[in-house]
Structure formats: C-alpha cells, structure tokens
C-alpha cells in the first residue's frame, strides 16, 4: 500500500529555518515524482513544486522558486521542503503528494497525498 | 503559465441534484486535466483524471468532460458524502489549480 506520512506541525518565528518531511513507503519512492502543495487557511491549493527522487530533478513553480528548496534522500525514501527563513506568509498546510503510476515525467497528477504537515509562523 | 478560472466559486445544492462545477483553461491543455475532492481537515481525493477518466473506487456518478479549454465535472445524483469543495488541476507544469468550489447544502 501506497503511504505518504508527513512530519508534524511546527510552529516558528519569522526568520528562522525549516524543514519539513515526507517519508514514502510502498512503492520504489526513486521512480515516482514526488511534489509539494500549499493551502493557506481557508484557501485554495498552489502548487510549489515536484521532485524525481531518482535523480534529483527538480522542478519549481514561479511563485516558489527561490523561496523554497526540495530536496529528497532516496536512502530513506524521504522528501523535503525547505526554509531558509520563514514568514509570516508561510503559515499554511503543506502536502505532499506522489504522481500517478501510468505517467512518465513530471507533467502528470498526483494520486496519492499526505496527510498534511500545519506550518504556523509567527511571533 | 496556463491559468485556471472555475465556476462557480460556491453553491448550494440538495441531495438528489445535478451538480455542474466548470473550469476554463487560459490555452488549450488537451485533456491534462484532474478533479480533485478536498473535505475539511482532509488532503484532496483524486476523483477523475485525464478529464474523464475515474479514478478506481470513485462512484458512477462523477464525470468529466471536456478538452482544450473547457471541461466540466458533473455529479449525476449529489449525495450527503458529496458535500466538499472540488478542484480542478491542469497537470502540464507548472501545474495550476483552479480556485475550487464548495458544494453546500
């Protein structure tokens, strides 16, 4: 079975860093896109960008590009997201989720979620 | 960028009805288009994929129509567990969401 379990909440204050996790389980996690989406409360979703575990090609959306970094470690079949330096703005749900398995390459959907990692900034 | 406009933003609607959600590509996407289900405090559902094709467990009746720049997602026959807000995604990246909307009782 497909499972996607994603790191707990996490409270921060602006500027400081983060990390967030998405540990796969049930397929070979190297050879399925991997992407992050956002959902700021009440809001609808924003895709932030995707990742090839298998080769670390990765892909950002331009509202994210530079704001964020995704990373994978296909040892433990993990991936990430990454903050430098939070913001207030940041504060939002953050799921990942895994392509489907009759696609190849990352124009193609996700079929499998996350359960949602709650990210809140503030002072 | 291919932009997303789908219609309406909300509605309300009884068990029974016939509901039509709409999104409307800025170009034509082909047929990369999926209808996502999201209830609170959930992640979303995938619903139908490559506009019309269901997703294995989805019930009969959803459907999706639609190619290029309009598709549509219609539930034949809304029941109490179809109450939700729904999605519409084109899939050639960047990937853009339409804005949702919420289906009320």
């Known amino acids: 079975e497909v499972q996607l379990f994603q790191s707990g909440a996490e409270v921060k204050k602006p500027g400081e860093s983060l990390n967030i996790s998405c540990k796969a389980s049930?397929?070979?996690?190297?050879?399925?896109?991997i992407g992050w989406v956002r959902q700021v409360p009440g809001k609808g979703l924003e895709w932030m960008g995707l990742i090839y575990p298998g080769d670390s090609d990765t892909r950002y959306s331009p509202s994210f590009q530079g704001q964020v970094t995704i990373s994978a470690d296909k040892s433990i079949n993990t991936a990430y997201l990454q903050w430098s330096s939070v913001k207030a703005s940041d504060t939002a749900m953050y799921y990942c989720?895994?392509?489907?398995?009759?696609?190849?390459?990352?124009?193609?959907?996700?079929?499998?979620w996350g359960q949602g990692t709650l990210v809140t900034v503030s002072t | 960028d291919f932009q997303m406009t789908q219609s309406p933003s909300s509605l309300s609607a009884s068990v029974g009805d016939r509901v039509i959600i709409t999104c409307r590509a800025s170009?034509?996407?082909?047929?990369?288009l999926a209808w996502y289900q999201q209830k609170p405090g959930q992640a979303p559902s995938l619903m139908i994929y490559?506009?019309?094709s269901l997703q294995n467990g989805v019930p009969s009746r959803f459907s999706g129509s639609g190619s290029g720049t309009e598709f549509t997602l219609i539930i034949s026959s809304l029941q109490p567990d179809d109450f939700a807000t729904y999605y519409c995604l084109q899939y050639n990246t960047p990937w853009t969401f339409g804005q949702g909307t919420k289906v009320e009782i």
């Open positions: 490559k506009a019309s």
């Open positions: 170009q034509s996407i082909g047929d990369w």
């Open positions: 049930g397929y070979s996690f190297s050879s399925f896109w």
């Open positions: 989720a895994r392509l489907f398995k009759g696609c190849s390459g990352p124009n193609c959907f996700p079929s499998y």
